[in-house]
């Protein structure tokens, strides 16, 4: 990819790591007829974990120097991804994965207003619209009170306020911190959530095949993590975050083909109004951050 430009690369990175995500999904779903939530999710997070620590040895990042500060803050993220990976996978396992992942693009839109909110960024009413705009979306995609309405979509909203919260979290933690330390921890700490839960459940017998499905799994949703890494340090975050919506057309194609689940007409529309306003969201965020390093230069 010489020939390429930094945003090209990344914007190409970005659309491989969302690729990784949704296949993951696709195979985690696939299991779910057979294994439980908490089974599926320990046998997966066994390999994952041990694929993330040998990276993390191989850069000498398995245990860094950390100060308390940063101790605490990997403890509130691993929670919070913990609370948002079992809100999600609820909702994956009883309801189609399009619109489980649709419901999670408004991410970005959360984020940007808890961070007004609890961290005292400034917002302007442009950004505020578009978060109001957004979450108008997301109504439209759960469809409260239609015939296709399923309890199981508030599993992800549930999911989106745990995300925004670790987001947030990783905010604040210094830039010493090795990201790959970070999903270390987090790994580990759902496996053993996983395992715990599903020690004191019935174990469904394992087959061959749901063992290559989570085997694959694993190894999808490492190579998911690793390009998101590589997308933001090859291109700018304004340009390449809007490449994180491709995820909605990989879970579109694979939600057709694996479980012959046709988005509807509704989903779509919220779908399009979400990642509209997510990616104005990114336009102007990307445009007041340039304006302002502007005027430090001046």
């Not at 779910?32 to 089974?39: G, H, K, R, T, V």
């Amino acid at each position: 990819m010489g020939s390429l430009s930094d945003n090209a690369q990344g914007a190409i990175f970005m659309m491989v790591s969302m690729a990784g995500f949704v296949i993951n999904d696709t195979l985690m779903k696939l299991t779910s007829s057979e294994l439980s939530l908490f089974q599926a999710i320990f046998l997966r997070g066994l390999l994952a974990s041990a694929l993330l620590a040998l990276i993390a040895y191989q850069r000498g990042a398995l245990w860094p120097d950390h100060g308390i500060s940063d101790r605490k803050l990997v403890l509130l993220r691993m929670v919070a991804e913990i609370g948002a990976t079992l809100c999600f996978l609820t909702a994956l396992f009883n309801m189609p994965i399009a619109n489980a992942i649709a419901i999670l693009q408004s991410i970005p839109l959360a984020v940007t207003l808890a961070a007004a909110l609890f961290l005292g960024e400034h917002v302007g009413w442009r950004r505020y619209t578009a978060i109001i705009v957004g979450f108008i979306g997301v109504i439209v995609i759960l469809q409260p009170g239609s015939e296709g309405f399923t309890a199981y979509a508030f599993w992800a909203v549930a999911a989106v306020g745990f995300m925004v919260v670790r987001d947030l979290t990783t905010r604040r933690m210094t830039r010493a911190l090795p990201s790959i330390f970070v999903a270390l921890t987090t790994g580990v700490g759902i496996t053993l959530v996983g395992g715990a839960v599903s020690a004191t459940q019935p174990w469904a017998p394992i087959s061959g095949e749901n063992a290559a499905l989570l085997a694959f799994a694993a190894v999808f949703l490492i190579l998911g993590y690793l390009f998101g890494v590589m997308a933001m340090r090859h291109g700018e975050i304004g340009f390449v975050s809007p490449f994180r919506y491709t995820i909605l057309l990989w879970a579109m194609v694979l939600g057709a083909i694996v479980f012959g689940e046709i988005p509807d007409v509704m989903m779509l529309i919220g779908s399009a109004i979400v990642v509209a306003t997510g990616v104005y969201t990114f336009y102007r965020e990307r445009r007041l951050r340039l304006e302002s390093v502007g005027q430090r230069v001046r």
